[in-house]
């Protein structure tokens, strides 16, 4: 019999009703909600029907009964409630980015491993069905070798300094909100992590990236670019250049469909795979796979080589975040 879960949403946002809704529908829901606002939390557990809402956040870190602990709070609180979490046994699924840069990484990490626990980054790209496909396919040689990979990810914000996008207190900026899911995209596509990095940036008056370029290649050969904007729409559209043909993808967050252009005949093949609608359900799954022992899909080892990057990137620009200083 498959053991059922106890899972603890902290925080109440978009994400956390994602959470509740994919529960829902693998015929599960959260036993217990934590925020910072208790009426917040208990017009969330009302919504979908969970019995349990703390009063105060730490006491979800007390409870013998929750097993995994799911954090979508604002980035720059995520190392705090790590430590509580880990130290205390529960297991972490927590929203990207996973913290600020890689020494708190490296101090959650070493967490989990002394208390035996899991600790995962919900980031799509490493649970969306698509991407284990197109894997396969890579891996299989079809395509040759990989040469080129070209990411975009614009959103248009509004622009207003007190908006969490902007806000150095909430650590804002492209990099950590949208720059995430391109450099996991490139990680999950290149053969090994990025040995050179070079950037430009633009940064907002509060003193966060609001415009991005990103080149990276590794001691291979394999090459990226990367541009990020909250300033102008731009397709979610990520291309990965192979010498036998390329893929381009688009809304590749949660990518359910890829077209593949092969090089010598420009015919083209369409691959489709999982559902959007499902990216929640997908991660909650390959958690509770992780931990029964499974780890093969949750993928730390590219969540630490993507922090490292961002990490450095930040430094090069001499960005800091009130945390860091």
Known sequence: MTKTYNWATLGTGVIANELAQALESRGQKLYSVANRTYDKGLAFAEKYGIDKVYKKIDEVFEDENVDIIYISTPHNTHINYQRKALAAGKHVLCEKSITLNSEELAEAVALAEKHGVVLAEAMTIYHMPLYRKLHELVSSGKLGELKMIQMNFGSYKDYDMTNRFFSRDLAGGALLDIGVYALSFVRWFMSETPSQVS???????????????????????????????????????????????????????????????????????????????????????????????????????????????????????????????
């Open 199 to 325: 950037s430009q940036v633009r940064l907002a008056p509060t003193g966060v990236d609001e415009q991005v370029g990103i080149l990276l290649s590794n001691d291979k050969g394999e090459m990226a670019t990367i541009a990020l904007t909250l300033h102008a729409k731009q397709p979610k559209r990520g291309m990965i250049a192979f010498d036998k043909g390329y893929i381009e993808i688009y809304d590749y967050p949660r990518g359910e469909r890829a077209v593949i252009t092969y090089t010598e005949t420009g015919e083209q093949e369409v691959i489709e795979e999982g559902e959007m609608a499902f990216a929640l359900a997908y991660e909650v799954a390959d958690m509770e796979k992780a931990v029964t022992g499974d780890t093969s899909r949750v993928h730390l080892d590219y969540t630490r080589d993507v922090m490292q990057l961002m990490t450095q990137l930040r430094r090069d620009w001499g960005m800091t975040y009130p945390e860091e200083e």
